[in-house]
Structure formats: structure tokens, C-alpha cells
């Protein structure tokens, strides 16, 4: 058990984290981690199914944890789901941005669709999660927003056997180099931390 001391520097208890991508890969991993340290976990991905098996696990875990379905490349559906997220525990504290898709087709054949939902789901959405949740953060006077990005955001893909994929864009470095500064002059005095996990060389 942990001691009160270490309990107090280090538990999540009482705090709510939204995941997006909760129930695959790197969200997972990161909404695992949040509901073990003791914090509520919603989780927030497109397919059901794999959703609940990912919920199931958590409480398997003994963490408190919920989901929501949704495309986050939609945007009615995004405000929806910003909505519904809040209900199981409450306004989050912690908002993770680790949905993403990974389109890596070589530039000549990637559409203005994959470019859209990309933008749509890499960039936009943090965004609007962001705005939908940070300044409430900043109005309890506690936050936190931590997005992922890919290296890919700023250099191309060339993988053994494929052409050079220019133009895998993966927004959401764009919008968490912006985000320090969106930061302090939309919640100038909020200790609102947002925090770009860059995994350089994961791939
Ligand atoms: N894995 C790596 O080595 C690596 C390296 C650098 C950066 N990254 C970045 O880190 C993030 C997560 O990567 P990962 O490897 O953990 O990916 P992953 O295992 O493929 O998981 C992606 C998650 O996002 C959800 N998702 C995808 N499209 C969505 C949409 N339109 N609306 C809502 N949820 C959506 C997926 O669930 P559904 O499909 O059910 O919606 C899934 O939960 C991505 O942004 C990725 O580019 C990954």
C-alpha cells in the first residue's frame, strides 16, 4: 500500500481523465496508467466493441472507468461526444488526445479525403476537445491537456521497399507547438499544462 506521502505527491484519485483512443495502443496504455494511479477514465474511440473489452479490462484492474463511442473526425459527433464523456464522473481534469489515424499512401496517391480526415482527427479535434474543455479547466483552476503527435509531423516516412510517403501529416505536432501559446494568452493565469509526446523514433 502506498504511504499517505507518496499517495498524496503521486495519486490521480478524485480526478477525471477523457482518453480519445483509450481503447487501442498508446491511449490504452496511457488510460491504464491514469485509472491505476487512481484517476476516472472515460474512453472515447469509434468502435464499440473494442471499447468495452477495454473498459471491462480497466475495471478488471479496479479502476473506474467508462466509454463513449464516437468519430472524432466528425464534428457534431465530437461536441456529442465532449458532452456525454462528462457524464459517468463529472468534467475532466485531464484530457489525453491520443486518436489519431496514420494514412501513409506516397503523395501522388494521397486523396484530398485522406488529407481531410486526417486533419479532421489529428488536428481539429484536439482542438476542439481543447476548447471545450480547457477553459472549464481553467475556471477550477487545475488542468491538464496532453496530445500526442508522430515525427512524422515533420519528416517524411521512407521505410525499406515503399516510396517516400512526403505528406503523412499528422496535425496534432502543428497544434501542440501552437498550443503553449494558445495556452497563455486564452487562460493567462490557469495552471493549464499542455504537453506535445513527440515519440520520436517509435517507428
Ligand atoms: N504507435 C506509434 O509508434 C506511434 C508513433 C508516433 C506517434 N503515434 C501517434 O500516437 C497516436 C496513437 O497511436 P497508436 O499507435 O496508439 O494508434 P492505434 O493503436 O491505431 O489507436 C488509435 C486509436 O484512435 C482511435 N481512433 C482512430 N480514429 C478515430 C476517430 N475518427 N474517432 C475516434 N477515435 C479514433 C482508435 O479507435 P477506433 O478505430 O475504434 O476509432 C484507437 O482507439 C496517433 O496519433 C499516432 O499517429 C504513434
Redesign the pocket.
Known amino acids: 500500500m502506498m504511504p499517505d506521502y507518496m499517495e498524496e505527491l503521486y495519486s490521480l484519485r478524485g480526478l477525471v481523465a477523457v482518453v ?10 496511457i488510460a491504464t496508467a491514469l485509472g491505476r494511479a487512481g484517476a476516472s477514465v472515460v ?6 466493441r ?2 468495452d473489452e ?1 473498459v471491462a479490462g480497466l475495471r478488471q484492474l479496479g479502476c473506474r472507468a467508462d466509454r463513449v ?6 464534428r457534431a ?2 461536441q456529442r ?1 465532449a458532452e456525454l464523456a462528462t457524464r459517468p464522473f463529472g468534467e475532466p481534469d485531464v484530457l489525453v ?6 494514412l501513409r499512401p506516397p503523395l501522388e496517391a494521397l486523396s484530398a479525403e485522406d488529407w481531410d ?1 486526417t486533419m ?3 488536428l481539429d ?1 484536439p482542438f476542439l476537445l481543447g476548447q471545450a474543455y480547457g477553459p472549464r479547466m481553467a475556471g477550477r483552476g487545475f488542468g491538464r491537456i496532453i496530445n ?5 509531423a515533420v519528416r517524411a516516412v521512407d521505410e525499406p521497399g515503399q516510396q517516400l510517403s512526403g505528406v503523412h501529416a ?1 496535425g ?1 505536432a502543428a497544434f501542440a507547438a501552437a498550443s503553449p501559446v494558445d495556452a497563455r494568452t486564452a487562460m493567462p493565469r490557469a495552471p493549464i499544462t499542455f504537453s506535445a ?4 523514433g ?2
Open positions: 480519445t483512443g483509450g481503447s487501442s495502443g498508446i491511449g490504452q496504455a474512453l472515447v474511440a469509434r468502435t464499440g473494442a471499447l477495454a463511442a464516437a468519430d472524432l473526425g466528425d459527433a465530437l461526444a488526445n491520443a486518436a489519431g489515424v496514420n480526415r479532421a482527427v489529428n479535434a500526442l503527435a508522430s515525427q512524422q499528422d496534432s509526446s513527440s515519440l520520436a517509435a517507428r
